[in-house]
């Protein structure tokens, strides 16, 4: 079973404008969020990253914010840059545990 | 510092037959763990080795198995190939288990399809 959801497959924004990505999970002994970026024939490189205990952290252009008590979490990326275009990947784990449980995936496209 | 390396790239294999892939992790990471991504299923995790040892197993058959060697290289085992296992396997390596403090950095994969 799906233990985190990404229920839009893709999105497309305009350059400059925001992309929001989310990303919805089941299991409450999650208790660390990361976003990974994917380009193809590339693997997954990690991006951001959020504990529990956090309800937002920001690193430059993205920022992750996380809400435990309706299990949601959403990845901001402001400005959108026609290099952000790849497929983003919502993981999640327990953080005594690592086995990251991962979603399918949403494909950005960026347009100019 | 080179990154994780694995080979091979792309494998096509026939159904029943059995295929081994390899992952060579970052110079200093010990801990190799392996996804298997298809369209729409996201990654789903296989392992995670650290030291020689398996510490994680996700919920795949014993089709699938793995181990690690002494110099942290992996390898990983699919026997009685299927249709589905045709997919994307991702190894990913850390310096140590532990998410908090340890990023996890993958590789480009290997490509398996199974005819």
């Known amino acids: 079973d799906q233990q985190v959801k990404q229920n839009s497959p893709s999105l497309s924004v305009q350059e400059g404008r925001i992309s929001i990505l989310n990303c919805d999970y089941t299991n409450s002994m999650f208790d660390y969020f990361l976003w990974y970026k994917k380009y193809p024939a590339e693997g997954p490189t990690f991006l951001i990253s959020?504990?529990?205990?956090?309800d937002k952290n920001e690193d430059g252009r993205f920022t992750v914010f996380l809400n435990k008590s309706a299990k949601h979490l959403s990845l901001h990326i402001v400005p959108s840059q026609p290099g952000d275009s790849a497929v983003y990947f919502c993981?999640?784990?327990?953080?005594?545990?690592?086995?990251?449980?991962f979603g399918a995936g949403t494909t950005v496209t960026v347009r100019a | 510092k080179a990154g994780v390396t694995q080979t091979p790239r792309y494998l096509i294999k026939t159904r029943g037959q059995q295929v081994t892939l390899s992952c060579s992790p970052i110079s200093g990471h010990r801990s190799v763990s392996w996804y298997q991504q298809t369209p729409g299923q996201g990654l789903q995790f296989l392992f995670e080795?650290?030291?020689?040892?398996?510490?994680n197993k996700g919920n795949f058959p014993g089709r699938f198995s793995g181990r690690q060697f002494s110099n942290s290289r992996s390898e990983m085992n699919v026997s009685t190939l299927e249709l589905g296992d045709s997919a994307l396997y991702l190894c990913a390596s850390s310096l140590s288990p532990g998410l908090a403090e340890y990023e996890q950095y993958f590789g480009p994969g290997t490509r398996l399809t199974v005819t």
């Open positions: 080795y650290f030291s020689e040892t398996q510490r």
């Open positions: 959020i504990s529990s205990i956090k």
């Open positions: 993981a999640a784990s327990p953080s005594n545990d690592y086995k990251l449980s």
